[in-house]
């Protein structure tokens, strides 16, 4: 079924888009933020949750790979406008919070590398994934451009075309691989799924077979190794092998686990169509979610941890003007839904102030 338009940030109501990738990125969104809920609590599996963000990455290189762009400045400029424009009104809304609930996690040197894309301060951590996925949309252009001229070298080729398609491949692999060694704040995992989502999206339905075949087979393989090892019950090649395993398995049986997720949730969604059913929640999946992962993790993780339900206990103010709260503790299941809520409050307000900005000044994001 088609309907409007979708990125791996929000809704575009201009285009047509399988809705399958609706349910992909809603799920993607609920494990980033269960991971956090899991770290809050100091669970091993957070890590695993974590492939959440696996899934962004391949699902925004799988639509950016699906995309002719005919002028590369355009597209860039309205995709970091679309990221950096809700990025800085969550920071700015976040660092009020601070100040009125947290100000001791506050400094003048981590206000400005949190405006510079440096530094995430106490329960900003996740902000990493924004300068990460603004360089990888910086480089889209290019990297259409370098595959286009792929696609002439394997048809111009007195190789077969597997094997000529192979060469091509590899190059581009190695790239990715390289950037993502050398980059701050990118491993060469990050890169290589978003080129790999890149690759899906313009093959189209020719890659999914042996995308399933390969990432089921080594995430089925992989992730319990993983977690055995992880759980104390040490494998001795990876003990022996420490770096290959915490730089190189590790990370591609994350990477695998999460491509594996992406097909297996697309192609259940696209056969049994549920998600497409609950209209309401998936057009605010597809409106907000972007602004959900910016602002979710500042009530979650210290030092608010609104999921504690004790809320209270500070002192506001010096000398005659000091205020003290008193601490009140409320139920836990009462904590959850009330946490909930001001994530969506906090997400829809970040959103509406973005939107009336862009509209202020006539700008368009992609």
């Known amino acids: ?57 391949f699902l925004s290189g799988y639509l950016a790979g699906g995309k002719e762009i005919s002028d590369g400045f355009s597209y860039v400029k309205k995709r970091l406008l679309r990221l950096l424009l809700d990025y800085y009104v969550c920071v700015f809304s976040c660092i009020i919070i601070d100040l009125i609930l947290a100000p001791e996690v506050l400094s003048i040197s981590g206000i400005v590398k949190l405006l510079l894309l440096q530094e995430w301060t106490e329960g900003l ?49 190695l790239l990715f691989v390289w950037i993502g060694l050398f980059l701050s704040d990118m491993s060469f995992s990050r890169t290589l799924v978003y080129f790999l ?20 087979s080594l995430a089925l393989v992989g992730v319990p190794l993983c977690m055995w090892h992880e759980r104390g019950e040490a494998i001795r090649f990876f003990a022996d092998h420490s770096v290959f395993y915490q730089d190189v398995f590790y990370p591609l049986v994350h990477d695998a686990l999460g491509i594996a997720l992406f097909i297996l949730l697309y192609e259940m969604e696209n056969h049994f169509g549920l998600f497409r059913r609950m209209e309401r929640l998936r ?17 979650i993780m210290a030092p608010i941890a609104l999921l504690s339900g004790k809320y209270g206990g500070r002192v506001f103010g010096k000398g005659m003007l000091q205020i003290q709260i008193p601490q009140i503790q409320i139920p ?31 700008l368009k994001a992609a």
């Open 1 to 57: 079924m088609k309907e409007k338009n979708i990125t791996a940030e929000g809704l575009q109501p201009e285009k047509s888009y399988d809705t399958s990738l609706s349910f992909v990125r809603f799920v993607a969104m609920l494990l980033v933020i269960i991971c956090h809920i899991q770290l809050y609590f100091g669970s091993y599996l957070a890590w695993w949750f974590n492939v959440g963000v696996q899934m962004f990455f």
């Open 125 to 173: 951590g996740h902000f990493w994934y924004v300068p990460v996925i603004c360089f990888m949309s910086i480089i889209t252009p290019l990297l259409q451009r370098g595959l286009n001229e792929g696609e002439k070298f394997i048809a111009r080729s007195r190789l077969p075309q597997f094997v000529a398609g192979a060469f091509v491949f590899g190059i581009f692999l």
């Open 197 to 216: 989502g890149c690759v899906a999206g313009r093959c189209k339905d020719r890659w999914k077979k042996p995308a399933a075949f390969l990432s089921i």
């Open 283 to 299: 057009k605010f999946s597809d409106r907000y979610s972007y602004e959900i992962y910016l602002c979710h993790s500042i009530w």
């Open 332 to 362: 836990v299941v009462l904590a959850w839904i009330f946490t909930a809520f001001i994530i969506v409050l906090h997400s829809v307000l970040v959103f509406w102030i973005s939107r009336k900005i862009r509209s202020s000044f006539g």
